[in-house]
């Protein structure tokens, strides 16, 4: 698979083509055939369908007939809610935002969606919740004017199964696979996910120091590697599991009301294997899922150019962190794997009071945001531009969650 073809294909699309017909052409004729159950039959099935939303999306809805603009939303929104693919959902997804219909793609992503055991469905959804507010908090629950703080936190999970190939740093030729499944969040974690946490005490305390509003949908940044999984924790909490299914043992070290967490940056927090509680990706899930299954340097081919079209890089976003899953997503289905913010992982890096994120962010260059790109803060490092996005081991998840 050419991922500099497919991409180069989707991005000329808006030069070239002067009306969408020809694009909603070929997706109507491969919706209406079966899907291939053979591989790779099967993902190349997925990634045509998935280039020709990408595709759509240069044009606006006014550029749909108007006699079919309905019913091509609807058709849409089935692929949305419906599709097996990882890929076509966070392009169908994409495109209804993209078409102004963030009220029609909100129904898909607050609908619970079981996780599929035979892998023929890639994605799933959580409805995690209510939280239940620390109660030193509840005095506080105005502060949030935005969004409730009691709703349920709505996750949606892309999939990545047993085997999973890929391949690990710039210079490596062979390739690995994921040893067990892989549930990754399709987008970074938010402001409306981690606010509940702390009843936004952190949000309103960075508010103070940026020059522009930072929205609920906007990913969390300013949290040091403690805090990013003493969320994971919280976030374990909240799906009610029990403390033996959470993937690091609990800490003595207080989480304080205004969502600060300290201790001695050498401090070792391991993760325990096999529970299928929430947790930071390691450097070599993430950049497997980062790839997903692409050797060039992006996942979406060898082109600096084209990052501007998958991830908040420098070039265009003014060191201002955007909203997540505005841009294209990745062939893997996961929005913002380039750029936007930088991804705590579990990992060490030059020494054992530096932990290794990923990604790139809106204040790194393009090359920052490559696959294979790797960079270290302190634990204790709450900067400016890191945040975070989960995973967890969907097979160990307990069966009341695995079936609501």
Not at 54 to 68: A, H, K, T, Y
Not at 146 to 162: E, K, L, N, Q
Not at 316 to 337: E, H, K, T
Not at 366 to 395: H, K, Q
């Amino acid at each position: 698979m050419d991922a500099e073809a497919l991409s180069q294909f989707v991005c000329a699309v808006e030069g070239r083509l002067r009306d969408p017909i020809v694009l909603m052409q070929g997706l109507e004729e491969l919706t209406q055939r079966s899907i291939p159950q053979e591989q790779p039959f099967r993902q190349q099935h997925f990634l045509r369908t998935y280039a020709l939303l990408l595709g759509l999306g240069s044009f606006g809805p006014d550029s749909i007939p108007e006699n079919v603009r309905d019913r091509w939303i609807e058709k849409i929104l089935m692929l949305y809610g419906q599709h097996p693919s990882r890929a076509v959902h966070s392009a169908s997804g994409w495109l209804l935002r993209r078409w102004g219909q963030e009220d029609l793609a909100q129904r898909v992503d607050r609908t619970e969606v079981p996780y599929d055991r035979s892998g023929q469905r890639e994605w799933f959804v959580m409805r995690l919740g209510p939280p239940v507010l620390r109660p030193e908090l509840m005095d506080e629950v105005n502060q949030i004017t935005d969004f409730s703080p009691t709703d349920p936190i709505w996750m949606t999970m892309i999939v990545f199964p047993a085997g999973f190939p890929g391949m690990v740093g710039a210079s490596q030729t062979g390739t690995i696979g994921l040893e067990k499944a892989l549930a990754v969040s399709d987008r970074e974690i938010t402001w409306r996910q981690f606010s509940p946490l702390d009843l936004g005490f952190r949000r309103i305390f960075l508010q103070g120091r940026v020059a522009h509003t930072i929205s609920p949908d906007t990913p969390v940044f300013g949290i040091n590697w403690f805090e990013a999984i003493f969320f994971c924790r919280w976030l374990t909490d909240v799906a009610r599991w029990k403390e033996g299914e959470q993937s690091y043992e609990k800490r003595d070290e207080a989480f304080s009301i205004v969502g600060w967490f300290s201790a001695e940056p050498d401090t070792d927090w391991p993760v325990v294997p096999n529970r299928p509680g929430f947790r930071l990706p390691d450097e070599r899930e993430w950049e497997i899922i980062a790839r997903s299954r692409m050797m060039t340097p992006y996942s979406f081919g060898r082109s600096d150019e084209l990052i501007e079209k998958f991830g908040w890089c420098l070039e265009q976003s003014v060191n201002r962190i955007q909203p997540v899953a505005m841009l294209r997503p990745s062939v893997g289905g996961l929005f913002d794997i380039h750029g936007n913010v930088q991804e705590w992982t579990n990992d060490s890096a030059s020494s054992s009071v530096e932990r290794v994120f990923r990604g790139g962010a809106v204040n790194t260059i393009p090359s920052i945001c490559r696959s294979a790109s790797r960079s270290g803060y302190m634990s204790t490092s709450r900067n400016g531009f890191v945040g975070l996005r989960v995973v967890m081991n969907p097979d160990s998840m307990p069966d009341i969650a695995a079936s609501r």
